[in-house]
């Protein structure tokens, strides 16, 4: 299995901030990368797909990249909307596995 | 638009069994694979498993195999997840989602609890 490895777990931001969260995958997969957001009582919500590519509606402040085994996802200019809990995922083989996920809270 | 509705969740007993339904609408169903994804309260996302657009291709996470079945039905437009043989640590939210053309899980449903517990 394909273990994926978010950093940090958690994080505080302050509204307007940049911040960049990195998912590392156990072996190298190209661009079968994934990132969404989940907010509390919420589905998840897909933001990337193939590491890089803005999902239809997403907001243009967010954007991935990398490729390999080291991902990142960016925000930037934070809004109060975009504090939540970011997860990544592998699409590349069964099972499908997802980090650990990263909270960013408001500073 | 595209809407995934999940139901059938509840409580049962270890051992017994339960079975959960996502009606979804919006979208040709019978183009997309989908899956169920889970998540225990106050943890992260598990995926569960998978079917083809056909329901000829089948997988499962190594947690459920055995005990979980995975089928959909085209013309009510509905996937399925039969769960036997509970446990414990089967207790979570359990949404259904599809899966992309680039394997992402592109629309969710909002879940359904099952919780399993004596």
């Known amino acids: 299995d394909i273990q994926m490895t978010q950093s940090p777990s958690s994080l505080s931001a302050s509204v307007g901030d940049r911040v960049t969260i990195t998912c590392r995958a156990s072996q190298s997969f190209s661009r079968y990368l994934n990132w969404y957001q989940q907010k509390p009582g919420k589905a998840p919500k897909l933001l990337i797909y193939a590491a890089s590519s803005l999902q239809s509606g997403v907001p243009s402040r967010f954007s991935g990249s990398g490729s390999g085994t080291d991902f990142t996802l960016t925000i930037n200019s934070l809004q109060p909307e975009d504090f939540a809990t970011y997860y990544c995922q592998q699409s590349y083989s069964t099972p499908y596995t997802f980090g650990q996920g990263t909270k960013l809270e408001i500073k | 638009q595209v809407q995934l509705v999940e139901s059938g969740g509840g409580l049962v007993k270890p051992g017994g069994s339960l079975r959960l339904s996502c009606a979804a609408s919006g979208y040709i169903f019978s183009d997309y694979y989908m899956s169920w994804i889970r998540q225990a309260p106050g943890k992260g996302l598990e995926w569960v498993s998978y079917i083809s657009s056909s329901g000829s291709i089948l997988y499962y996470a190594d947690s459920v195999k055995g005990r979980f079945t995975i089928s959909r039905d085209t013309a009510k437009n509905s996937l399925y997840l039969e769960m036997n043989s509970l446990r414990a640590e089967d207790t979570a939210v359990y949404y259904c989602?599809?899966?992309?053309?680039?394997?992402?899980?592109?629309?969710w449903g909002q879940g359904t609890l099952v919780t399993v517990s004596s």
């Open positions: 989602a599809r899966k992309g053309y680039n394997a992402e899980f592109d629309y």
